[in-house]
C-alpha cells in the first residue's frame, strides 16, 4: 500500500473520530453537566489527533506530489479499467522511486557517499604512487605539551594505571611490615638469651666458669646488646605502628557511615578512643599480633565484612612520605615548566630530515637520514645513508655515524676511516635463508597486505577536508586532501590484517612452489601455524587488546594523516602528526611530519649531493660486509684455536717440569737418608 493510500486513511479515520467527538461537546454546551475531566480528555484526543496528521506530513518530504497522486491510487469501490491501470501505473513508479531513493542510502559502490568518495581517491593514489618511481623529501619536527589541558575537566585527576600503583602497590616509609615484626623478635629473643647467659657467667664466681664464659663467647655486656638492638629497631617503629592505627581508626569511621563493616553485636566493639587507650599497653613488649588480627579483623571487615571490607587493609599514600615508587613516578613525570623549557631548549632546534628514491620495478629504496640540531651557538648533523635492495637481498648503509659505537664494543677489529676503501659497506642475507624466502617475496606480499587492509578500513575513517586554507596544501598545489585517523583501534585493526593478508601471500606462494618445500619445511610449518592462530581472532581485535593497553598503561598514541591530491588522483605530499605519551610522563610528545614527492624539492635539498655520491652510479664500490664479517670470524678463530694450543703447550711443560723435578729431589732425599743410615750403622 503506497504511503498516499495510508495518509488518506488517516485523515479519514481522524474526521470520524472529530465528527465523533462534536456531539460530546456540544452537548457540553448546551446542557452543561459534562465534568471538567470529560472537557480535558476530549481537548487532549483532538490535539493528538492534530499531532499525528502533523508528524504524518512532516515525515514524508513529497506531501504535495502524495496529494496530487492521491486520486490514482487504487480505488476497489469503483470497477474501472482505465483508472486502475492507470494508478496501477503510478503504484509501480513509486516504488521505483523508492527502490532508488533505498539504493542511494546503501549502495555506495553505485551512490558513493563523501567518506566512500574520499576513500576511492586516495586507494588510487596510493596503489598509482607505489607501481611508479619517485622521490621524497620529509622534515619532522617535535613538540610536548602537558598531557591534560589545564582547563580541561581531567585537570588533577590521576589515570587508572597510577591509581591502582599508589592504591595497591604502594606502602610509604615507616609503613608497618610483618618482616619487621618478625626481625624484631628474634632480635628480642636473642637478647633475652643473652641475659640470661649473661647473668649465669655474672652470678658464678668461679674462675673456671668465667674462663668458660668468655671462650664459649656468652658473657656479652647486657646493656651493650640491648642498646645495639634498640638502635636498630627506634622507636619509629611505634610510631609506624601508630601512624597505620590511625589510618585504619578514619577507613573504618569512613565504613561505619557507608554502613559496612559494622560490628555484630556491641560487645564487640572497640573503643578508639586515644584518651581511654594506655599507649604504653599497646606498644608493650606483649603486643600480640594474632591477638590483635583476631580481635580486630571482624571488626574491619574480614571474612564476615562487606563489599568495601578490602579497603581498610590498604597501605594509602601520605603526604609525609613519598616511598620509592612515589619517587619514581615522580621522576618520569615532568611538570609544565620542564616541558616548556625542553620545547625552548630541545625540541625547537631538533629537526629530522631525509630525502629517498624509490625503484618499484627494481625493489631499490635509497635514503639519507639527518638528525640535525641548530642553536645560535651549537650545529651537529648526524647522517645516515641507507639503501635496501629486495631483488639483491642486500642492505648497503655508511657505517661512520656508528663506527664510534663499534670501536667500544670492539677496538681491535674496528677500522679507521682512513683505511676503508669506501664509505659504504654492503650486507647480504645468507643463501640458506635466501632459498627458503626470498626477501623480494616477503616485501610484494607486505605493500599488498598494506594496501588491502587499508583498502577493508571502515569509509568513515577517510574524509574529505577543506585546504582553502592551508598553507601546506598551496605549497605543495593539492586541490584536495583525505585525513585519515589511525587510533589504537584502527592501528590494531590494520596489523591484524596485514598479518593475516602477508600470511595468505606468503602459503600462496609456497603452495605454487611445492618442490621447493617438501613435508616438515621450516617455512612451512610455521606457515600452518601461523593460519591457525590467524583463525582464532579476528582483525578488530587487535584493536580492541591495543584499545586495552592504551587505557591502562602509561602510553597514549593515534596517528593523523593528510594525504595530498591533484585532479588526477596523484599523490603529492603527506602530512603525519603522531601522539605518544602518557599520564605517568605527564606529557604527550607530538611529532609532525612532512613529505613531499616533488623532484624540484628533492633536487635543491642539501642531502642530495651525499645521497648519489654513496648510492648514485658514480659512487665507489661498497666495501663487502659479509666478506668482513667472515674474515672477523676466521681471525677469532685462529686466535681462539691459538689460544687453546698454548694452554695445551704449558700444562705439558708445567707437568713435565714438575715430574722431573719431583723425582730429582726425591733420588736426593732418598740417597740422603740411606747414607745417614749407612753411617749410623757403622759407627753402633
Known amino acids: 500500500m503506497s504511503s498516499n493510500h495510508v495518509n488518506n486513511r488517516n485523515r479519514q479515520y481522524h474526521s470520524e473520530m472529530a465528527s465523533n467527538y462534536l456531539p460530546i461537546i ?103 604512487h607505489l607501481a611508479t618511481e619517485h622521490v621524497a623529501v620529509a622534515q619532522a619536527n617535535y613538540q610536548a605539551v602537558p598531557f591534560i589541558d589545564a582547563d580541561s575537566i581531567d585537570a588533577g585527576s590521576s589515570s587508572l594505571l597510577r591509581t591502582i600503583i599508589e592504591t595497591y602497590a604502594y606502602q610509604p616509609e615507616g609503613m608497618y611490615d610483618s618482616s619487621d615484626d618478625e626481625a624484631q623478635a628474634e632480635a628480642r629473643a636473642e637478647l633475652a638469651a643473652v641475659g640470661v647467659e649473661s647473668n649465669k657467667c655474672n652470678e658464678n664466681e668461679d674462675d673456671d666458669a668465667y674462663e668458660v664464659c668468655v671462650v664459649e663467647g656468652i658473657n656479652y655486656d647486657y646493656d651493650d646488646a640491648k642498646d645495639s ?39 564487640e566493639e572497640y573503643d578508639y578512643d586515644a584518651e581511654d587507650r594506655d599507649s604504653d599497653d599497646y606498644v608493650s613488649d606483649d603486643y600480640s599480633t594474632d591477638e590483635y588480627a583476631t580481635d580486630e579483623y571482624d571488626e574491619y571487615g574480614g571474612e564476615t565484612g562487606g563489599m568495601l571490607s578490602g579497603m581498610s587493609r590498604l597501605s594509602p599514600k601520605t603526604m609525609s612520605s613519598t616511598g620509592l615508587i612515589g619517587n619514581i613516578l615522580t621522576m618520569f613525570s615532568r611538570t609544565p615548566e620542564q616541558i616548556a623549557a625542553s620545547n625552548a631548549y630541545q625540541y625547537q632546534h631538533l629537526t629530522f630530515n631525509s630525502v629517498s628514491q624509490y625503484n618499484p620495478k627494481q625493489r631499490q629504496l635509497q635514503s639519507v637520514y639527518s638528525y640535525d640540531y641548530a642553536t645560535p651557538t651549537i650545529s651537529s648533523s648526524i ?91 598551496k605549497e605543495v598545489g593539492a586541490t584536495r586532501a583525505v585525513k585519515v585517523y589511525f587510533g589504537s583501534q584502527q592501528s590494531g585493526e590494520m596489523i591484524g590484517k596485514t598479518l593475516k593478508y602477508v600470511t595468505k601471500s606468503l602459503q600462496e606462494y609456497v603452495d605454487a612452489h611445492l618442490e621447493k618445500y617438501p613435508d616438515g619445511a621450516i617455512l612451512k610449518a610455521a606457515l600452518a601455524k601461523a593460519q591457525l592462530y590467524n583463525k582464532g581472532y579476528q582483525s578488530a581485535d587487535v584493536g580492541s587488546l591495543l584499545q586495552f593497553i592504551e587505557a591502562i598503561g602509561p602510553i597514549s598514541f593515534n596517528q593523523i594523516n593528510y594525504y595530498y591530491l591533484d585532479n588526477s588522483d596523484r599523490l603529492l605530499a603527506k602530512q603525519q602528526r603522531v601522539n605518544i605519551g602518557g599520564d605517568l610522563l605527564g606529557s604527550t610528545t607530538t611529532m609532525l611530519n612532512q613529505v613531499r614527492y616533488d623532484k624540484a624539492s628533492f633536487k635543491r635539498h642539501a642531502l642530495t649531493p651525499l645521497l648519489a655520491e654513496s648510492f648514485g652510479s658514480n659512487a665507489v664500490a661498497p666495501i663487502d660486509g659479509n666478506a668482513w664479517i667472515a674474515a672477523q670470524r676466521q681471525k677469532k678463530d685462529r686466535l681462539q684455536t691459538a689460544r687453546y694450543a698454548r694452554y695445551d703447550y704449558e700444562d705439558g711443560r708445567l707437568e713435565t717440569d714438575y715430574s722431573s723435578d719431583e723425582y730429582e729431589n726425591r733420588y736426593d732425599a732418598e740417597s740422603i737418608d740411606e747414607s745417614s743410615t749407612y753411617d749410623d750403622d757403622n759407627t753402633q
Not at 619509629?236 to 585504619?248: F, H, L, N, P, V
Not at 635466501?434 to 616477503?442: D, F, G, M, N, Y
Open 26 to 128: 456540544n452537548n457540553k454546551n448546551n446542557n452543561g453537566h459534562v465534568s471538567q475531566t470529560s472537557k480535558l480528555i476530549s481537548i487532549a484526543l483532538l490535539v493528538g489527533s492534530a499531532s499525528l496528521v502533523l508528524t504524518g506530513c512532516q515525515s514524508n518530504p513529497t506531501a504535495s506530489a502524495d496529494v496530487a497522486a492521491s486520486s490514482t491510487l487504487m480505488d476497489f469501490s469503483t470497477a474501472n479499467p482505465a483508472q486502475s491501470q492507470r494508478q496501477g501505473r503510478a503504484f509501480t513508479a513509486s516504488q521505483e522511486a523508492q527502490a532508488e531513493r533505498y539504493a542511494q542510502l546503501f549502495n555506495q559502490e553505485k551512490y558513493p557517499n563523501t567518506e566512500h568518495q574520499a576513500k576511492a581517491h586516495l586507494l588510487t593514489a596510493i596503489r598509482q
Open 229 to 267: 638492638i634498640e638502635s636498630d629497631y627506634p622507636s619509629d617503629y611505634d610510631k609506624s605502628i601508630a601512624e597505620a592505627e590511625a589510618e585504619r581508626k578514619a577507613i573504618a569511621a569512613i565504613l561505619a557511615e557507608a554502613g559496612e563493616n559494622e560490628p555484630a553485636s556491641a560487645d
Open 383 to 473: 647522517q645516515i645513508p641507507v639503501a635496501f635492495d629486495f631483488n639483491n637481498s642486500s642492505v648497503t648503509l655508511d657505517p661512520s655515524a656508528i663506527m664510534p659505537i663499534v670501536a667500544l664494543v670492539n677496538p681491535e677489529n674496528t677500522p679507521l676511516p682512513s683505511q676503508m676503501a669506501s664509505h659504504t659497506v654492503s650486507f647480504g642475507l645468507p643463501e640458506s635463508i635466501t632459498a627458503q624466502l626470498p626477501p623480494a617475496v616477503l616485501y610484494d606480499a607486505v605493500l599488498n597486505a598494506i594496501q588491502s587492509s587499508m583498502a577493508e578500513l571502515a569509509p568513515e575513517h577517510f574524509s574529505a577536508v577543506d585546504i582553502s586554507g592551508d598553507a601546506f596544501a
